[in-house]
């Protein structure tokens, strides 16, 4: 898929472990997992906007679109 | 689900599985002595032929026509077993159903599967209906048989109406893979 998560980057810029952000956010460690291997199909703007809370980072940090 | 709707749908879900069972047993339970009176007319003694099964009489047919009298007859166990098959198919999906996740590949391939299966069962209770009344023609047996050979049309119509379902289900398949992968 063209859209690239970059979330393990911005985990990495405010060193957070995954652990941690699920707590945060709220969100299952699987769902976050899902989320930062790229397999999931759709983010929904309210998990969107708790991770750019979390990560103090714009939703454009977090996704990338690279043609394929 | 609220808690109430969900007991009530446990309820009524337990209660088809019980109607399903017993609707499974009874066509069981036809097919076995059908197929034992039939072997019994065929090779110990020909006036089983007389009441095959609950009072089913094709013992002219066999004085006149042994093989027509087997063709017929192994028609009739065919059906009886199929549609036997198709309750037990039915009773499947109660037994693998989760309504926490309801829609899964092999519930979708089990409706699929059931919708087959009652076509073809109606297009051949239709063509042995047709074979019996060329064989038989004005006999008495006729209306013997016509408790053997009901619904073809219903069959068929049942078996469309579920494979429409069954692509329904495909659809819920695929959104609830999309919304396991929403997050």
């Known amino acids: 898929m063209p859209i690239i998560v970059n979330l393990d980057v911005m985990m990495a810029k405010r060193k957070m472990s995954l652990n941690e952000l699920s707590e945060r956010v709220g969100l299952t460690l699987a769902n976050l997992s899902i ?7 759709a983010v929904r703007f309210t998990t969107l906007e708790a991770i750019c809370e979390v ?3 714009q939703p454009g940090d977090i996704l990338e679109y690279q043609a394929e | 689900m609220n808690k109430n ?3 009530r749908t446990e309820k009524i879900l337990f209660a088809m599985k019980v109607l399903i069972w017993i ?4 066509n069981c339970i036809k097919t076995g002595a059908l197929a034992y009176t039939f072997f019994v007319s065929l090779s110990i003694n020909p006036n089983a032929a007389a009441d095959l099964y609950l009072g089913l009489d094709l013992s002219q047919l066999l004085e006149r026509d ?3 009298y087997s063709f017929l007859v192994m028609n009739l166990i065919f059906l009886s077993a199929a549609r036997a098959f198709l309750v037990y198919l039915v009773l499947k999906i109660f037994l693998t159903l989760n309504l926490k996740r309801p829609f899964s590949i092999e519930m979708a391939s ?3 599967r059931i919708s087959i299966i009652a076509i073809s069962l ?3 209770n239709l063509l042995v209906r047709a074979y019996a009344g060329w064989l038989l023609g004005n006999s008495p047996s006729v209306g013997y048989l016509a408790e053997y050979l009901y619904g073809s049309s219903e069959f068929i119509f049942f078996g469309i109406i579920i494979f429409i379902i069954g692509k329904v289900f495909q659809y819920g398949l695929e959104l ?3 919304s396991e992968l929403t997050v």
């Open chain 1, 35 to 41: 989320l930062k291997t790229g397999k999931a199909k």
């Open chain 1, 55 to 57: 990560l103090e980072c």
């Open chain 2, 110 to 112: 089990l409706i699929k």
């Open chain 2, 5 to 7: 709707s969900k007991t």
């Open chain 2, 176 to 178: 609830q893979a999309e």
């Open chain 2, 66 to 68: 042994g093989f027509h």
């Open chain 2, 122 to 124: 109606g297009f051949v």
């Open chain 2, 23 to 26: 609707f499974f047993i009874g």
